[in-house]
């Protein structure tokens, strides 16, 4: 009863900035924590940026801290994920996901919902 959509993915250069963002509709009074994770060709998905509903302690795994910054707007129901300095190794699809119970910072505790994710390509 949740759906998540992904915008803002493209082709940046390296060291360039992107801003992705992910919609919310449906049941979203349910979702206590939204977030980000990632997965390149031939990778396990990886956890990248999380927050709460509350928009308390924002979650970053090591590899982004410090370069991405995640936000929320509850009014909009929408994530954001601005990225900045963007590597090689940033390239991936990014997919935006739910959780109803909360998140931590290895990230969400338990994903309910996902979105279908959008591509994320650093050139060199």
């Known amino acids: 009863q949740v759906q998540l959509v992904e915008s803002g993915g493209g082709l940046v250069q390296y060291g360039g900035s992107l801003r992705l963002s992910c919609a919310a509709s449906?049941?979203?009074?349910?979702?206590?924590?939204m977030g980000w994770y990632r997965q390149a060709p031939g990778k396990e998905r990886e956890f990248v940026a999380a927050?709460?509903?509350?928009?308390?302690?924002?979650y970053y795994a090591d590899s982004v801290k410090g370069r991405f910054t995640v936000s929320r707007d509850n009014a909009k129901s929408t994530v954001d994920l601005q990225m900045n300095n963007l590597k090689r190794d940033d390239t991936a699809v990014y997919y935006c996901?739910?959780?109803?119970?909360?998140?931590?910072?290895?990230?969400?505790?338990?994903?309910?919902?996902w979105g279908k994710g959008t591509l994320v390509t650093v050139s060199s």
């Open positions: 996901a739910a959780s109803r119970a909360g998140a931590n910072p290895k990230g969400l505790i338990g994903i309910n919902y």
């Open positions: 927050i709460l509903r509350t928009g308390f302690s924002p």
């Open positions: 449906g049941s979203i009074s349910s979702i206590n924590a």
